[in-house]
T-cell receptor
Framework: LAKTTQPISMDSYEGQEVNITCSHN???????ITWYQQFPSQGPRFIIQ???TKVTNEVASLFIPADRKSSTLSLPRVSLSDTAVYYC????????????FGSGTQLTVLP | NAGVTQTPKFQVLKTGQSMTLQCAQD?????MSWYRQDPGMGLRLIHY???????DQGEVPNGYNVSRSTTEDFPLRLLSAAPSQTSVYFC?????????????FGQGTRLTVV
Protein backbone atom coordinates (compact mmCIF):
# COMPACT_ATOMS: atom_id res chain seq x y z
CA LEU A 1 0.00 0.00 0.00
CA ALA A 2 1.37 3.37 -1.01
CA LYS A 3 2.37 5.61 1.89
CA THR A 4 1.19 9.21 1.82
CA THR A 5 2.69 12.34 3.36
CA GLN A 6 0.70 15.52 3.89
CA PRO A 7 1.07 18.59 6.12
CA ILE A 8 -0.16 18.15 9.66
CA SER A 9 -2.03 21.45 9.71
CA MET A 10 -2.91 24.51 7.64
CA ASP A 11 -4.65 27.79 8.39
CA SER A 12 -6.60 29.87 5.92
CA TYR A 13 -9.06 32.75 5.88
CA GLU A 14 -12.61 32.74 4.67
CA GLY A 15 -12.93 33.30 0.95
CA GLN A 16 -9.42 32.15 0.11
CA GLU A 17 -8.51 29.19 -2.07
CA VAL A 18 -6.79 26.39 -0.15
CA ASN A 19 -4.40 23.89 -1.68
CA ILE A 20 -3.37 20.79 0.26
CA THR A 21 -0.59 18.74 -1.26
CA CYS A 22 -0.04 15.04 -0.69
CA SER A 23 3.10 13.12 -1.54
CA HIS A 24 2.86 9.46 -2.62
CA ASN A 25 6.18 8.50 -4.18
CA UNK A 26 5.54 4.75 -4.44
CA UNK A 27 2.10 4.90 -6.06
CA UNK A 28 1.32 1.80 -8.13
CA UNK A 29 -0.14 1.59 -11.62
CA UNK A 30 -3.63 0.53 -10.44
CA UNK A 31 -3.79 3.03 -7.59
CA UNK A 32 -6.26 5.88 -7.49
CA ILE A 33 -5.93 8.98 -5.32
CA THR A 34 -8.85 9.75 -3.05
CA TRP A 35 -9.51 12.57 -0.60
CA TYR A 36 -11.84 12.41 2.40
CA GLN A 37 -13.04 15.09 4.81
CA GLN A 38 -13.76 14.46 8.47
CA PHE A 39 -15.53 16.72 10.94
CA PRO A 40 -15.21 16.13 14.70
CA SER A 41 -17.34 13.24 15.96
CA GLN A 42 -18.30 12.20 12.43
CA GLY A 43 -17.19 9.55 9.99
CA PRO A 44 -15.05 10.55 7.00
CA ARG A 45 -16.86 11.79 3.90
CA PHE A 46 -15.66 11.23 0.34
CA ILE A 47 -14.66 14.43 -1.48
CA ILE A 48 -13.02 13.50 -4.75
CA GLN A 49 -10.97 10.84 -6.50
CA UNK A 50 -8.68 10.86 -9.50
CA UNK A 51 -6.16 8.85 -11.48
CA UNK A 52 -4.31 11.48 -13.50
CA THR A 53 -4.43 15.12 -14.68
CA LYS A 54 -7.30 17.16 -13.24
CA VAL A 55 -10.64 16.24 -11.76
CA THR A 56 -13.26 18.74 -10.67
CA ASN A 57 -16.60 18.34 -8.93
CA GLU A 58 -18.97 20.70 -7.16
CA VAL A 59 -16.84 20.69 -4.00
CA ALA A 60 -13.18 20.58 -5.00
CA SER A 61 -10.55 20.06 -7.68
CA LEU A 62 -7.81 17.48 -7.69
CA PHE A 63 -4.60 18.08 -9.59
CA ILE A 64 -2.32 15.13 -10.38
CA PRO A 65 0.95 15.62 -12.28
CA ALA A 66 2.09 13.23 -14.97
CA ASP A 67 4.39 11.23 -12.67
CA ARG A 68 1.51 10.81 -10.15
CA LYS A 69 3.93 11.01 -7.22
CA SER A 70 1.95 13.82 -5.65
CA SER A 71 -1.50 15.35 -5.78
CA THR A 72 -3.09 18.62 -4.72
CA LEU A 73 -6.59 19.07 -3.36
CA SER A 74 -7.91 22.53 -4.11
CA LEU A 75 -10.84 24.01 -2.17
CA PRO A 76 -12.15 27.21 -3.73
CA ARG A 77 -13.28 30.09 -1.49
CA VAL A 78 -13.32 28.24 1.81
CA SER A 79 -15.76 29.06 4.59
CA LEU A 80 -15.68 28.42 8.32
CA SER A 81 -17.61 25.20 7.74
CA ASP A 82 -14.68 23.78 5.77
CA THR A 83 -12.67 23.50 8.99
CA ALA A 84 -11.98 19.76 9.17
CA VAL A 85 -9.34 17.09 8.79
CA TYR A 86 -8.55 16.16 5.19
CA TYR A 87 -7.12 12.74 4.36
CA CYS A 88 -5.27 11.74 1.20
CA UNK A 89 -5.51 8.04 0.38
CA UNK A 90 -3.82 6.05 -2.35
CA UNK A 91 -4.89 2.56 -3.28
CA UNK A 92 -6.33 0.10 -5.76
CA UNK A 93 -10.13 0.39 -5.88
CA UNK A 94 -10.28 -3.29 -6.82
CA UNK A 95 -8.91 -4.18 -3.39
CA UNK A 96 -11.21 -4.32 -0.37
CA UNK A 97 -8.24 -3.29 1.76
CA UNK A 98 -7.74 -0.14 -0.24
CA UNK A 99 -8.64 2.49 2.37
CA UNK A 100 -5.55 3.14 4.47
CA PHE A 101 -5.69 6.42 6.32
CA GLY A 102 -2.70 8.50 7.36
CA SER A 103 -2.78 11.28 9.95
CA GLY A 104 -4.46 13.81 7.67
CA THR A 105 -4.24 17.60 7.48
CA GLN A 106 -6.14 19.73 9.97
CA LEU A 107 -7.46 22.71 8.03
CA THR A 108 -8.59 25.63 10.14
CA VAL A 109 -10.50 28.41 8.39
CA LEU A 110 -10.34 31.71 10.23
CA PRO A 111 -12.85 34.57 9.95
CA ASN B 1 -31.73 5.08 2.15
CA ALA B 2 -30.25 5.12 5.64
CA GLY B 3 -26.70 4.46 4.39
CA VAL B 4 -24.45 2.94 7.04
CA THR B 5 -25.99 2.63 10.50
CA GLN B 6 -23.95 1.91 13.61
CA THR B 7 -25.30 1.04 17.03
CA PRO B 8 -24.82 1.92 19.79
CA LYS B 9 -23.49 5.48 19.50
CA PHE B 10 -21.91 5.39 22.95
CA GLN B 11 -20.88 2.51 25.21
CA VAL B 12 -19.01 2.11 28.47
CA LEU B 13 -17.60 -1.30 29.30
CA LYS B 14 -15.71 -2.72 32.22
CA THR B 15 -12.42 -4.44 31.58
CA GLY B 16 -13.02 -8.06 30.62
CA GLN B 17 -16.56 -7.58 29.38
CA SER B 18 -17.53 -8.53 25.86
CA MET B 19 -19.86 -6.79 23.48
CA THR B 20 -20.86 -6.50 19.84
CA LEU B 21 -20.85 -3.31 17.81
CA GLN B 22 -23.49 -3.42 15.12
CA CYS B 23 -23.12 -2.16 11.57
CA ALA B 24 -25.74 -2.34 8.84
CA GLN B 25 -25.86 -0.89 5.33
CA ASP B 26 -28.76 -0.76 2.90
CA UNK B 27 -26.83 0.02 -0.29
CA UNK B 28 -26.10 -3.60 -1.26
CA UNK B 29 -22.36 -2.95 -1.00
CA UNK B 30 -20.05 -5.94 -1.10
CA UNK B 31 -17.12 -4.35 0.71
CA MET B 32 -17.43 -3.54 4.41
CA SER B 33 -14.76 -2.53 6.92
CA TRP B 34 -14.23 -1.66 10.56
CA TYR B 35 -11.84 1.06 11.69
CA ARG B 36 -10.82 2.50 15.01
CA GLN B 37 -9.76 6.08 15.53
CA ASP B 38 -7.81 7.16 18.59
CA PRO B 39 -7.66 10.85 19.60
CA GLY B 40 -5.73 12.99 17.11
CA MET B 41 -5.00 9.99 14.89
CA GLY B 42 -6.10 8.69 11.55
CA LEU B 43 -8.28 5.63 11.12
CA ARG B 44 -6.75 2.18 11.44
CA LEU B 45 -8.26 -0.84 9.74
CA ILE B 46 -9.36 -3.65 12.08
CA HIS B 47 -11.15 -6.15 9.83
CA TYR B 48 -12.76 -6.08 6.44
CA UNK B 49 -15.03 -8.21 4.26
CA UNK B 50 -15.40 -8.58 0.51
CA UNK B 51 -18.78 -10.27 0.74
CA UNK B 52 -21.00 -12.55 2.79
CA UNK B 53 -18.98 -15.33 4.36
CA UNK B 54 -15.60 -13.73 3.60
CA UNK B 55 -13.59 -11.72 6.13
CA ASP B 56 -9.95 -10.82 6.59
CA GLN B 57 -7.70 -9.03 9.04
CA GLY B 58 -6.57 -5.43 8.79
CA GLU B 59 -3.76 -3.60 10.59
CA VAL B 60 -4.98 -4.03 14.17
CA PRO B 61 -7.16 -7.18 14.43
CA ASN B 62 -6.10 -8.47 17.85
CA GLY B 63 -8.93 -8.56 20.39
CA TYR B 64 -11.66 -8.30 17.76
CA ASN B 65 -13.74 -10.80 15.81
CA VAL B 66 -16.03 -10.29 12.85
CA SER B 67 -18.45 -12.31 10.79
CA ARG B 68 -20.45 -11.55 7.66
CA SER B 69 -23.50 -13.77 7.36
CA THR B 70 -25.43 -11.33 5.16
CA THR B 71 -24.51 -8.58 2.72
CA GLU B 72 -26.17 -5.98 4.96
CA ASP B 73 -24.61 -6.69 8.36
CA PHE B 74 -21.04 -6.70 9.61
CA PRO B 75 -20.86 -6.89 13.43
CA LEU B 76 -17.64 -6.35 15.37
CA ARG B 77 -17.15 -8.33 18.57
CA LEU B 78 -14.87 -7.36 21.39
CA LEU B 79 -13.96 -10.60 23.11
CA SER B 80 -12.59 -9.27 26.41
CA ALA B 81 -12.51 -5.50 26.54
CA ALA B 82 -9.30 -3.74 27.59
CA PRO B 83 -8.65 -0.04 28.29
CA SER B 84 -6.46 0.04 25.16
CA GLN B 85 -9.62 -0.54 23.13
CA THR B 86 -11.07 2.78 24.21
CA SER B 87 -11.60 4.49 20.88
CA VAL B 88 -14.13 5.60 18.30
CA TYR B 89 -15.13 2.82 15.95
CA PHE B 90 -16.27 3.45 12.39
CA CYS B 91 -17.88 1.05 9.98
CA UNK B 92 -17.68 1.68 6.24
CA UNK B 93 -19.07 0.13 3.09
CA UNK B 94 -18.16 0.43 -0.56
CA UNK B 95 -19.45 -1.12 -3.73
CA UNK B 96 -17.26 -3.46 -5.73
CA UNK B 97 -15.62 -1.41 -8.45
CA UNK B 98 -12.23 -1.17 -10.09
CA UNK B 99 -12.89 2.48 -10.85
CA UNK B 100 -14.67 3.92 -7.83
CA UNK B 101 -13.05 4.45 -4.44
CA UNK B 102 -15.97 6.13 -2.65
CA UNK B 103 -16.72 4.61 0.74
CA UNK B 104 -19.60 5.48 3.03
CA PHE B 105 -19.01 5.69 6.76
CA GLY B 106 -21.31 5.38 9.72
CA GLN B 107 -21.48 7.99 12.47
CA GLY B 108 -19.26 5.98 14.77
CA THR B 109 -19.47 4.24 18.13
CA ARG B 110 -17.60 5.89 20.97
CA LEU B 111 -16.37 3.13 23.29
CA THR B 112 -14.85 3.65 26.71
CA VAL B 113 -13.35 0.74 28.61
CA VAL B 114 -12.80 1.35 32.32
Amino acid sequence: LAKTTQPISMDSYEGQEVNITCSHNNIATNDYITWYQQFPSQGPRFIIQGYKTKVTNEVASLFIPADRKSSTLSLPRVSLSDTAVYYCLVGDPGSARQLTFGSGTQLTVLP
Amino acid sequence: NAGVTQTPKFQVLKTGQSMTLQCAQDMNHEYMSWYRQDPGMGLRLIHYSVGAGITDQGEVPNGYNVSRSTTEDFPLRLLSAAPSQTSVYFCASRRTSILNTEAFFGQGTRLTVV
